[in-house]
C-alpha cells in the first residue's frame, strides 16, 4: 500500500499546468461509444477512474490506444452491451454506459457502479429519466437490464438535477428520431462539455449551461478529435492550498468562470486573486480569515467536491464557520482525521462546525474517499511536523500525482510504497 509523507510549513511558490477535467473526460469517454467512429482526445489527465473507464470500452471492443498524452479510442468494432460487475464497481460513472449502450444498441446490461463511500448515491433519477424514453428497465441480481427496441424522444422531468442523470439521458437522446427536451437539468460545466463534444462528433445539442437542454435526433456521427476542459476541482483544490500555505502559485490552463462561488469565498478569507486569460495568479501574505455561509449546492452554487479541501482551511482559520454538505451524507469522514491532527470540529448532521485553531499539528491519518483525501493533503501541508497519509489510491482516483504537482510548488511531501 502507499503512503504520503508530509513535512508542513512550506509556503508554496510556483506554478502549476491544470490537467483536464475527471469529470468531463468519463462522460466524454463513454459517449464516444455511441458514435461508433474514432475518437481522438487530447491532453487526457490519466487518472485511475479514466484508466477503468478505459477498460469498460475494450471489454465492449472498443480498441483504445494512449499515444503522449493522446487517447484515440476507435469504437468501430464495439459489439458488446453487457459492462460486468468486475468493471463497474470501481467506478461510480459506470452508470454513464446506459445512455450510450442504449442509444447504439437500443439494449444494455450493466451492474450497479461503484464510486466513492461519500453516501447512497442511488441511481433513481437515471432509471425514471430512461423510462420518460420508453426504455423497458428490470433490476435483478445487481443487474440493470434495459430494453430500448421501442425508445423514442419526448420530454424528461428531473426530480433533482443531476449531473450523471443529465449526462445519461443526452447521451441516450442522441440517435432518436425527433427532440428530446430535459428539464430541471445539471448545469455543471461538464455538461456544456459533453453537449460541445455531441455536436463535435455531428450530433445537435442546445442549452446545456442551462436548466433546459434539448436534444434533435441524428442518424449519422463522425470522427472527431476534442480537448476536454480544464479540471475545475483540481484547480480549487490548488487555490485553497494557497490560501492554507501562504506564498504566491500561478495556474495555467485555468477556466476562472467555472470556480466564481470557491473565488468568491476565497477572496472572503484574505487570498489575493488575479487573472489574465486561462491563468489565474494568487497570493496570500495574512493568515486566512474564517469563511462564512459555506453551503454545497449543484452548479453554480458552491460545489460539493471542494468541500473537504475548503473545511480543511477553516481549521486553520482565524474564527468560527458552518459548513452545510446538501448533497451527500456522508461528507464528513474527514472530520475524524483532521481531529486527530488537532483540529476542532462538531458534526451535527450535515452541518459541519469549525473553530479554527492556530496549528495542527502531523499525525497518521487515513484517506477515506478522493477528496477527503485531498483535504488531508493540504492539512498536512500547513501541519506542525510530519504527517502520513493512507489509502493514497483514493486520491489518484481524481489527482494525476499530487505530491508531484506540490513539489513543484515547494513543498515536502514523498510517496512510499510499504
Ligand atoms: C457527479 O456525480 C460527479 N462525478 C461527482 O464528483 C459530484 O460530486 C456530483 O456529480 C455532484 O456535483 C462525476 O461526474 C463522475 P449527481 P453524480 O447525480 O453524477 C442524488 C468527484 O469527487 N442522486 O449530480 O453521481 C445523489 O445522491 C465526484 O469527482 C439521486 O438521488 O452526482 C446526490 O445527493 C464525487 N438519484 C445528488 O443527487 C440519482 O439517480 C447529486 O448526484 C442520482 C443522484
Do not use: W
Not at 510548488?409 to 510504497?417: S, T, W
Request: charge should be neutral; aromatic fraction near 6%.
Amino acid at each position: 500500500m502507499e503512503t504520503l509523507y508530509v513535512l508542513g510549513g512550506k509556503e508554496l511558490h510556483g506554478d502549476i499546468d491544470i490537467v483536464t477535467a475527471k469529470n468531463a473526460l468519463l462522460p466524454i469517454l463513454s459517449c464516444g461509444l455511441l458514435t461508433a467512429r474514432v475518437i481522438v482526445l487530447h491532453r487526457v489527465a490519466m487518472f485511475t477512474d479514466v484508466s477503468y473507464m478505459i477498460k469498460i470500452l475494450e471489454s465492449l471492443g472498443c480498441i483504445v490506444t494512449l499515444i503522449g498524452d493522446d487517447l484515440v479510442v476507435d469504437t468501430v468494432l464495439a459489439d458488446k452491451y453487457e459492462v460486468r460487475e468486475e468493471f463497474t464497481k470501481k467506478v461510480r460513472s459506470s452508470i454513464f454506459m446506459l445512455g450510450p449502450l442504449l442509444s447504439r444498441f437500443r439494449r444494455a446490461k450493466v451492474a450497479y457502479p461503484g464510486g466513492c463511500n461519500i453516501g447512497n448515491r442511488p441511481i433513481d433519477l437515471h432509471i425514471k429519466g430512461l423510462k420518460s424514453l420508453n426504455v423497458k428497465i428490470e433490476e435483478r441480481h445487481g443487474y440493470i437490464y434495459c430494453d430500448g427496441s421501442n425508445m423514442r424522444s419526448g420530454d424528461v422531468h428531473l426530480d433533482f438535477p443531476s449531473v450523471g442523470a443529465t449526462e445519461n439521458i443526452m447521451m441516450a437522446s442522441v440517435g432518436l428520431k425527433g427532440t428530446t427536451t430535459i428539464y430541471n437539468c445539471a448545469r455543471e460545466p461538464e455538461i456544456e462539455d459533453l453537449q460541445n463534444f455531441i455536436n463535435a462528433c455531428g450530433g445537435r445539442v442546445s442549452g446545456a449551461g442551462s436548466s433546459i437542454i434539448s436534444i434533435t435526433g441524428v442518424e449519422n456521427f463522425h470522427d472527431v478529435e476534442y480537448t476536454a476542459i480544464p479540471d475545475r476541482i483540481v484547480a480549487g483544490t490548488y487555490m485553497i492550498a494557497c490560501a492554507m500555505c501562504g506564498g504566491g502559485i500561478e495556474l495555467k490552463n485555468c477556466e476562472k468562470s467555472h470556480n466564481l462561488a470557491l473565488i468568491d469565498k476565497l477572496k472572503s478569507c484574505g487570498l489575493n486573486i488575479r487573472s489574465k486569460k486561462d491563468r489565474l495568479y494568487l497570493s496570500m501574505k495574512s493568515k486566512p480569515k474564517s469563511i462564512s455561509n459555506i453551503v454545497t449546492q449543484p452548479y453554480p452554487g458552491f460545489p460539493t467536491d471542494l468541500q473537504s479541501q475548503i473545511l480543511a482551511l477553516q481549521t486553520i482559520s482565524r474564527g468560527t464557520s458552518v459548513i452545510v454538505e446538501n448533497l451527500y451524507e456522508s461528507r464528513y469522514k474527514i472530520c475524524n482525521e483532521l481531529i486527530k491532527m488537532g483540529a476542532n470540529i462538531r458534526i451535527n448532521d450535515r452541518m459541519a462546525i469549525i473553530n479554527g485553531v492556530p496549528k495542527l499539528y502531523g499525525a497518521n491519518v487515513t484517506a477515506t474517499d478522493l477528496r477527503g483525501g485531498a483535504g488531508l493533503v493540504l492539512a498536512g501541508l500547513t501541519a506542525d511536523g510530519y504527517t502520513t497519509i493512507e489509502d493514497v489510491y483514493h486520491i489518484d482516483r481524481g489527482y494525476l500525482s499530487i505530491e508531484d504537482d506540490f513539489c513543484k510548488l515547494g513543498a515536502e511531501i514523498k510517496r512510499i510504497n510499504k
